[in-house]
């Protein structure tokens, strides 16, 4: 057996894996009338998978297919690693439409069609993730890799054998081929903290570029008068920026800093305790005035769903994320393109501290 990376080192979002649609499916303990899925057929083109169920159609989208079918390795082993990640489903029937799934999974990307239409009636809570036949068949997905295996050899126009490899293997990408391990912020990846720590937001945690953390930061609280957020002083001693400061600063550095609470900042500089609105986390819970604000370089080592070289839109990213943390989900985090911080860099959403290690304090 071969070891491949995953979907998510270097492709597109695609936003749940078969194992964590059926983890979170609230329709595992229903009656299935006939207990077996038959497979259909493959569309390589689409890369889907085709079941039915009854008589209800299903479809699983896997695609992983568009990479791991250019690595080497058997037909077999390529298309157990892809269906080991993140996939796109349907099917035909009602409840995965009107029991609300189809919405979520729009929300969440792993849908195949879309629906904007809220479940108000019946899943106004957007409990589960997909309906009792799409619940079986992910969870019987191996079953149908042989079947599956031999589809994709045929589309070649070769004969399939369960340890069968491509004729001109040795001519074929490998992951190094892929992945650039700089990856796109060649500074690497820093986190402006208010408090000093990694608790972040209801939206997760923030990491990007050093110029985009520290924009973040001075945007939710303040930019110094002088100096940097360095994790050496309180905030409630640090004097503040006002409106002709932040002029003057603007121009020094050559972007705009009258952003976020730093809009609301007098014509003077000034100390935190003398405005009545104060700066706060993204909770919405005030910063503290003996915090120890701090842009800190840390290291990404939690999986993610894309990669940094195809990331998504900013506010797709963080809005996925956003459901996934209210719903329980949040398991990857999602690479994105900057729409204000260091416009233009790559940033990425995580769901919490776990998923990053402090290299430097």
Known sequence: MISLPTFRDFQELNEASPAELVSGSNRAGR???PLRAEYLGLSFRKKELRFAVGKYRLTVAVPALKVVSRLKGSDLDKLSAALGDDVRVHCTCPDFRYGGFQYVGTQLDYSLRTEDRFPSVRNPKEEGTVCKHLTYLLG???????????????????RWYSDVRHANESELPTFNDFVDESGPSPDG???????????????GLHVGSKLAATQALESRIGVPADGWWDGKRTYGSTLLAGQRTLA??????????????????????????????RAKYGDGTAVEYDARPRVVKVSIVGPMSNSSYSPMEDARANGIMAGMRRRGMARKGYFYTNAGEDEGSVSAVLPDGRHVLVEEV
């Open 31 to 33: 009656r299935f009338v």
């Open 189 to 203: 990846w820093y986190h402006g903290s208010p408090s000093g720590d990694l608790r972040g937001g209801p939206n």
């Open 248 to 277: 003057r600063l603007s121009k020094e550095r050559g972007y705009g800093l009258v952003t976020g609470y730093n809009c609301g900042a007098p014509q003077e500089d000034y100390l935190p305790k003398s405005r009545k609105d």
């Open 140 to 158: 019987q997905l191996d079953h149908y890799t042989d079947d599956v295996a031999a589809d994709i050899a045929r589309s070649r126009g070769t």
